[in-house]
């Protein structure tokens, strides 16, 4: 199945071949560009080799059109939003940990709530988060 990843912000497409591709900014201000499976649940992650990310460090993953940090506060945790339109047109929000190694994804849309990886327990319900549109 064919997911294009969208940037909230400015609407660009994230997605290029089999790769979602984010510009990665470390708490040292160290930047390099990462590249994601697009199949929610698919960890594996690709980087240059002088670029690292250590497993449990948040990263601000920002848009490579726009350099949004897509960074997003859900209760005490740091999630990475990004809008995702399936092959059938339909268009969900999409919620990953921005700890690297942290698996856990919501996909969220209308009258879907699916999660993938091993998903943080939240107290919230979805609805209302504001920036959710
Ligand atoms: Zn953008």
Redesign the pocket.
Same mark, same amino acid.
């Given at each position: 199945m064919k997911n294009d990843f969208i /940037? %909230?912000? $400015?609407?660009?497409h *994230?997605n290029i071949k089999d790769k979602v591709v984010f510009v990665a900014k470390k708490i040292n201000g160290e930047t390099g560009i990462i590249f994601l499976h697009p199949k929610l649940g698919d960890y594996s992650s690709e980087m240059h080799e002088t670029f690292n990310v250590s497993k449990g460090e948040d990263v601000d993953i920002l /848009? %490579?059109? $726009?350099?949004?940090n *897509?960074k997003q506060k859900v209760e005490d945790k740091n999630f990475v939003h990004l809008l995702l339109v399936e092959e059938d047109g339909k268009r969900y929000n999409v919620l990953f940990s921005s700890i690297f190694g942290e698996y856990s994804t919501f996909k969220i849309g209308k009258e879907v709530f699916e999660t993938f990886g091993k998903p943080v327990q939240l107290g919230i319900n979805f609805e209302t988060l504001s920036f959710l549109k």
């Open positions: /940037c %909230p912000y $400015c609407s660009g *994230l /848009c %490579p059109i $726009c350099h949004q *897509l």
